[in-house]
C-alpha cells in the first residue's frame, strides 16, 4: 500500500521560510519522480516542484530562486525549501508520485498525500 505523508505547514508572516517533507511508503522511492502540487481556494491545482530519479529538478516561475526541492532516497522523503513566502503562496501543498506523461499536468501523478495546509500572512 503506498503512502505519502507530508508535514511543516503552518502560519508564517510574509517574507518567512517553512520546510516541508513527504515520507513516502509503499514504493520503490529512489526509482519515483517525485512533485510537490499546491492548490489555492477556487483555483486549480498547480507544480511547484518536481524532481526526477536523477535530481533534475523543475519549478514553477512563480517560485523560481525562492523554493528549493530536494530527496533523500536512503530515507525515502522529498522536502521542499520555501523561502521568501508571499502571501500568493497560500494553498494546500501535496506531495505526488510521477507515473507516465507531461510533468506539469497532475494526471501524470498516481499518488497523492493528504496535504498540508500553508498560510502566509500579509
Known amino acids: 500500500q503506498v503512502q505519502l505523508v507530508e508535514s511543516g505547514g503552518g502560519l508564517v508572516q510574509a517574507g518567512g521560510s517553512l520546510r516541508l517533507s513527504c515520507a513516502g511508503s509503499g514504493i520503490i522511492f529512489s526509482s519515483t519522480g517525485m512533485g510537490w502540487y499546491r492548490q489555492a481556494p477556487g483555483k486549480q491545482r498547480e507544480l511547484v516542484a518536481f524532481i526526477s530519479v536523477g535530481g533534475f529538478t523543475l519549478y514553477a516561475d512563480s517560485v523560481k530562486d525562492r523554493f528549493t526541492i530536494f530527496r533523500n532516497n536512503a530515507q525515502k522523503t522529498v522536502s521542499l525549501r520555501m523561502n521568501s513566502l508571499k502571501p500568493e503562496d497560500t494553498a494546500i501543498y501535496y506531495c505526488?508520485?510521477?507515473?507516465?506523461?507531461?510533468?506539469?499536468?497532475?494526471?501524470?501523478?498516481?499518488?497523492w498525500g493528504q496535504g498540508t495546509q500553508v498560510t502566509v500572512s500579509s
Open positions: 505526488a508520485t510521477k507515473s507516465y506523461g507531461t510533468t506539469r499536468n497532475p494526471t501524470s501523478y498516481d499518488y
